[in-house]
């Protein structure tokens, strides 16, 4: 399976990214893993949030695969459990898509045009997650969706 992350922002702190790091050398067994960072847009500087959350869009567009299953990661989304997850991307697999990305948006969220091209929204609850944690967050739920999928220790 080719798994894309496409992420609003660079992973400024070296926490964030040493967490996200780990979690890509650990998925480096399950999958083929890319992660896109596209630059966040400051608002004060495009002129306004819309326009910040365009130019992010086109950004993410851009970056996403032609042939991708894009599952954006939105807080109004479906609430999955970890096993939910294992079991959407097990499904993906068993009909034939190969290629999902999943999307996390900027500060001030993502575009109309990025919500269109989303196949599915999900969510990791109702709290709000910084987009530095969140994609933590992705990185690891993927990782623990492919350890429950191979029934392997690590999920409890």
Same mark, same amino acid.
């Given at each position: 399976?080719?798994?894309?992350?496409? *992420?609003?922002?660079?992973?400024?702190?070296?926490?964030?990214? +040493?967490?996200?790091?780990?979690?890509?050398?650990?998925?480096?067994?399950?999958?083929?893993?890319?992660?896109?960072?596209?630059?966040?847009?400051?608002?004060?500087?495009?002129?306004?949030?819309? *326009?910040?959350?365009?130019?992010?869009?086109?950004?993410?567009? +851009?970056?996403?695969?032609? #042939?991708?299953?894009?599952?954006?990661?939105?807080?109004?989304?479906?609430?999955?459990?970890?096993?939910?997850?294992?079991? =959407?991307?097990?499904?993906?697999?068993?009909?034939?898509?190969?290629?999902?990305?999943?999307?996390?948006?900027?500060? +001030?969220?993502?575009?109309?045009?990025? #919500?269109? #091209?989303?196949?599915?929204?999900?969510?990791?609850?109702?709290?709000?997650?910084?987009?530095?944690?969140? =994609?933590?967050?992705?990185?690891?739920?993927?990782? #623990?969706?492919?350890?429950?999928?191979?029934?392997?220790?690590?999920?409890?």
């Amino acid at each position: 399976m080719n798994i894309e992350v496409v *992420a609003v922002g660079k992973l400024k702190e070296h926490f964030w990214a +040493d967490a996200c790091a780990e979690y890509i050398k650990r998925l480096r067994g399950y999958c083929t893993l890319a992660v896109r960072e596209v630059p966040d847009r400051d608002p004060r500087i495009c002129g306004g949030e819309e *326009a910040s959350r365009t130019l992010e869009g086109k950004g993410i567009l +851009d970056a996403l695969p032609s #042939r991708a299953h894009v599952i954006l990661l939105d807080i109004q989304g479906k609430a999955l459990s970890s096993e939910d997850i294992a079991a =959407r991307l097990d499904d993906l697999k068993l009909s034939g898509i190969s290629d999902v990305a999943f999307v996390i948006g900027g500060s +001030d969220g993502v575009s109309a045009d990025v #919500r269109a #091209r989303a196949d599915e929204r999900v969510s990791f609850g109702r709290i709000t997650l910084p987009h530095n944690l969140a =994609r933590v967050v992705a990185l690891e739920q993927i990782y #623990r969706a492919f350890k429950i999928s191979r029934h392997e220790p690590y999920h409890k």
